[in-house]
Nanobody, 124 residues
Framework: QLQLVESGGGLVQAGGSLRLACAASGRTFGSYTMGWFRQAPGKEREFVAG????????YYANSVKGRFTISRDNAKNRVYLQMNSLKPEDTAVYYC?????????????????WGQGTQVTVSS
């Protein structure tokens, strides 16, 4: 069973950057499509970005398009989220998630492995 651990969260000023990492255990990491989600206080968890197994396809929420970049390194069992030009509304707990399959899916229910989350706080 795949296990996921996020890191890289923290406090940053608006306009700054952070790079989140998600470390996966298990030899089948390359067979999973990966996604990043986030949940702000009082709000539902939402899709942020996703990447296919071979990195051939990526998909972003409109709110982060052009500012965030998702990538993965299958040799290292890692997926990353580079976040630039951060805004206070990006403040949330960010989760890494995995789903077996080819397609990048935005629906939370399609992901069956989740990390514990990492807090990102953007000050104005």
């Amino acid at each position: 069973q795949l296990q996921l651990v996020e890191s890289g969260g923290g406090l940053v000023q608006a306009g700054g950057s952070l790079r989140l990492a998600c470390a996966a255990s298990g030899r089948t990491f390359g067979s999973y499509t990966m996604g990043w989600f986030r949940q702000a206080p009082g709000k539902e968890r939402e899709f942020v970005a996703g990447i296919s197994r071979s990195s051939a396809s990526t998909y972003y929420a409109n709110s982060v398009k052009g500012r965030f970049t998702i990538s993965r390194d299958n040799a290292k069992n890692r997926v990353y989220l580079q976040m630039n030009s951060l805004k206070p509304e990006d403040t949330a707990v960010y989760y890494c998630a995995a789903r077996p399959g080819i397609l990048v899916i935005t629906a939370e229910k399609e992901y069956d492995v989740w990390g514990q989350g990492t807090q990102v706080t953007v000050s104005s």
